[in-house]
């Protein structure tokens, strides 16, 4: 027994010293977090990348949608914080604010590629042919009717407009902790918002309060992954979800997919900006980590070179848009220059 | 004399107590009813889950493998020759040289190795393209073939028998995880890849074997079908060697110390009641205080077992001090009087006499404090380890994910016609853990007993 003490103290000591050795050990891995969208693309670079780099370690790739990833990169400069946030739309100045003040000061923005967001029901269910005001009439918590704007009245989508579907409203959108969210908002909701057409009289907050405000019955806010979206229609059929198009293709037997403006999402359409919803991806580098991590410079070389995000590269295999080759060497020209506003 | 009898009061209290027997009698049979309907319900809802487990995770255990003759064309592999070692003076330029010939090599088209092979596989005149027919193959096999060169460069020119694994996609066709009836739109391969794969099942090209690479893989995403568990596992034994070595010796000391030397005092209450407190905590408290306390003051890395293992040791603290107290307790004052009488001291009296009876107590309670920190996912997405990580951990330090949150990550991937029954099948392993965790208390407990 008291040899087993004994031995069990020299552990605690063992493991004590361990624990501060560490402090002054480096970190080799580098570490990523952010928009969900955006990490089924950088794991498998992350993946490919130390096939091809053998000299360097597995990048280490976390979720935690767009806001998360981002507030988490804008801790600090250090080893305990992350180096690359990925991101599903731009940094907003307020989270700048929040990286400078931290001494995050070197913010270096790598956009890569783009994606569509689509609306998708259940495969066995009617077809939807959506526009954004047929959206935002749907979900808006007051709409405009006669000039004058209402409390929602409608309950199904052929109330909207005869062409929809007689099935009752329920719409499954990305929380706000999504940079989906932000692009949803921006180019459906507000746009259909616009084409309502607000009514006279209005002070600067109510028409935000209009234009951005939602009825809690019908919409399902999701902060998890698309798979819990996706979960959200196997229980009930009748709700229509907010997808990435990469996720949509990989599920097309349990999806069906609506058309926006009669367009429908394809990787074509998006790339060639026929279909309205549709955003580019980013991924953020801590430039005051570049030289101390190793292998972050090469692993931003490698993310964009021509056979990881371009025309045909492996990427494109799993889902992405790719970007035109110019504005990827554009972007890649700006990152080493180390063009940090 | 029966009438005497009838209105004896003896007779009247036998009847007041024969109508009241039936209606105790009644009652206990309803307890006892109700009492075998909760263990039904309970073993029926526990049925349920572990059927419905099973069902959807056995499948998940067969891999579909590609038998293909791979040839190293000197065509497609056209690097200059390997570097040796003896043609360097220093281990350091070795190592530097040979570095830039493995980045040589994989920058390689290994895809035309694989397609070449495929198309030879393939019966004469199948009209496919390329990038139809590289689905049918996993993306790690490219890795595969390269891996066989690094390790052995003389390859170049020769023809090797190997198994690849089919892709995620060509798996669900084969084992109709996705419907087969379906359209071509609605389909993830192509018509002609899905012919092709029919044809290779039938010719025995493609065979289905029992599934190593979930044990014997990392996690990843390019590769699903090769997507694997053991950095998971390895996470987990890492955390729960901190867990034991950490959680073990200081719980047990402090309940010794609470329960045989402390004085009785307000201080020492007050503890207790904390202790017991902290026992219902609930775990995702713990994980917010490992991400303010380990990450943001001590310092020590995001998604490391190091920081998991001191959360999960804080959450196991008091399970095991209240369990080696409640075992302190239960030992008879006769031991300690005796021990004392006979002039051991305070120190010698526990250890000598009262531990040792306490042990498989003890014991016990470890083990099943362990086991219940083993599946604990919530303070672990906390501390960085919901992250996607593409190696084994070969320290505490490293980067590293945990059998549950694996679950947790798989659960959440995008190819949900693959991933789903792979969920299950992590979940099987966890299981699987977990039972034999609570085996070994139970073979150690009754061991333990018999010879105390």
């Known amino acids: 027994m008291k040899t087993a003490l004994f031995a069990s103290a020299a552990v605690i000591a063992l493991a004590a010293f361990g624990t501060t050795a560490a402090f002054a050990q480096s970190r080799d891995t580098i570490q990523v977090a952010g928009s969900s969208t955006v990490l089924p693309f950088a ?67 790598v956009q890569f590629g783009f994606d569509g967001i ?53 719409l499954a959108i990305p929380a706000s902790n999504h940079g989906t969210r932000e692009v949803f908002q921006e180019k459906v909701v507000s746009a259909g918002f616009e084409e309502a057409g607000a009514p006279e009289g209005l002070s ?44 949509y293709e990989q599920n097309t037997d349990t999806l069906k997919v609506a058309t926006v403006d009669g367009v429908e999402p394809t990787k074509a359409t998006v790339a060639a900006g026929e279909y309205p919803v549709s955003r580019p991806l980013f991924f953020y580098v801590k430039g005051q980590h570049i030289g101390v991590i190793p292998g972050l410079e090469e692993y931003v070389q490698y993310f ?18 790719p970007q035109p080759a110019e504005t990827t060497a554009e972007i890649l020209a700006s990152f080493e220059a180390g063009a940090a506003q | 004399m029966a009438t005497d009898t009838l209105n004896s009061p003896g007779a009247a209290r036998a009847r007041a107590v024969r109508s009241s027997l039936r209606r105790r009698h009644l009652s206990e049979q309803i307890f006892r009813g109700f009492g075998i309907l909760a263990i039904a319900l309970a073993l029926g ?76 596989a393939a019966p004469a005149g199948t009209d496919i393209d390329s990038r139809t027919l590289l689905s049918i193959a996993e993306t790690n096999a ?68 029992f599934a190593w690479s979930i044990f014997t893989n990392v996690d990843s995403r390019s590769a699903p079908a090769a997507a694997g568990l053991l950095g998971a596992f390895a996470g987990t034994m890492w955390m729960m060697l901190i867990v034991i070595v950490l959680a073990v ?64 040791t804080l959450m196991t603290l008091p399970t095991i001090i209240i369990a080696t107290r409640g ?48 599946g604990e996912t919530a303070p672990l997405l906390l501390i960085g380890m919901k992250a996607f990580v593409a190696s084994v951990p070969a320290t505490p330090l490293d980067q590293a994910t945990a059998l549950p949150v694996q679950i947790f990550l798989w659960q959440g991937n995008e190819n949900r016609n693959f991933f789903e029954p792979r969920t299950a099948a992590a979940i099987m392993v966890l299981l699987a853990v977990m039972i034999l965790l609570n085996g070994v208390a139970i073979f150690l407990r009754s061991r333990l007993e018999k010879r105390a």
Not at chain 1, 212 to 230: A, K, M, N, P, W
Not at chain 2, 68 to 93: K, M, Q, W, Y
Not at chain 2, 190 to 196: G, S, V, Y
């Open chain 1, 43 to 109: 794991s498998i670079v992350a993946e490919e990348f130390s096939a091809s780099f053998p000299e360097f370690k597995t990048p280490v790739v976390g979720s935690g949608g767009t806001g998360g990833g981002l507030s988490q990169f804008c801790e600090g400069v250090g080893d305990n914080t992350i180096d690359i946030a990925n991101a599903s739309r731009q940094i907003r100045d307020g989270e700048r604010e929040a990286c400078t003040a931290a001494g995050v000061t070197d913010i270096r923005e």
């Open chain 1, 118 to 170: 689509v609306f998708a029901s259940s495969a066995n269910g009617p077809d939807f042919a959506l526009t954004p005001l047929q959206v935002y009439k749907a979900i808006a918590a007051q709409v405009v009717v006669d000039g004058a704007l209402v409390d929602n009245p409608y309950t199904n989508w052929s109330e909207i407009d005869p062409s929809l579907p007689d099935q009752p409203i329920a």
């Open chain 1, 204 to 247: 600067e907050e109510e028409l935000e309060a209009a234009e951005t405000t939602f009825r809690q019955d019908v919409v399902i806010e999701i902060s998890g992954d698309y798979t819990e979206t996706l979960a959200r229609l196997n229980s009930d059929p009748n709700t229509v979800g907010v997808f990435g198009l990469s996720f």
């Open chain 1, 304 to 321: 964009l070179s021509e056979g990881v995000s371009g025309e045909g590269g492996i990427l494109e295999a799993a889902g992405l848009i």
């Open chain 2, 45 to 120: 809802f526990v049925v349920l889950l572990f059927v419905d487990v099973f069902r959807k995770g056995i499948p998940a255990f067969v891999q579909s493998n590609l038998h293909l003759s791979v040839t190293f064309d000197p065509e497609i592999i056209d690097v200059s020759p390997a570097p040796a070692r003896n043609g360097f003076a220093t281990e350091a330029e070795f190592t530097a040289a040979s570095l830039a010939w493995q980045r040589e090599v994989a920058l390689l088209n290994w895809n035309q190795v694989i397609e070449a092979s495929l198309r030879q």
């Open chain 2, 142 to 209: 490219r890795h595969q073939v390269r891996e066989m060169f690094v390790a052995n460069p003389t390859l170049l020119g020769q023809t090797v028998e190997i198994d690849v694994l089919a892709s995620a996609n060509a798996a669900n066709w084969i084992k109709g995880n996705i419907n087969r009836e379906l359209g071509d739109a609605q389909q993830q391969l192509a018509a002609p890849a899905r012919a092709l794969i029919d044809t290779f099942v039938d010719n025995g090209t493609i065979s289905n074997g």
């Open chain 2, 249 to 312: 010796p200081i719980g047990v000391a402090a309940a010794i110390y609470l329960e045989e030397f402390a004085p009785k005092s307000r201080l020492t209450d007050l503890i207790e009641v904390n202790i017991n407190n902290l026992a219902a905590v609930p775990s995702i408290v713990f994980g917010l205080l490992g991400a303010a306390v380990f990450i943001n003051w001590f310092h020590l890395p995001i998604s490391a077992p190091i920081v998991g293992g001191l959360v999960l």
């Open chain 2, 327 to 374: 075992a302190l307790m239960g030992v008879s004052p006769a031991l300690r009087q005796a021990a004392l009488g006979m002039g051991a001291s305070r120190t010698q009296m526990v250890f000598h006499h009262v531990l040792p009876v306490t042990f498989p107590s003890i014991l016990t309670a470890t083990i099943l404090g362990v086991a219940h920190a083993l």
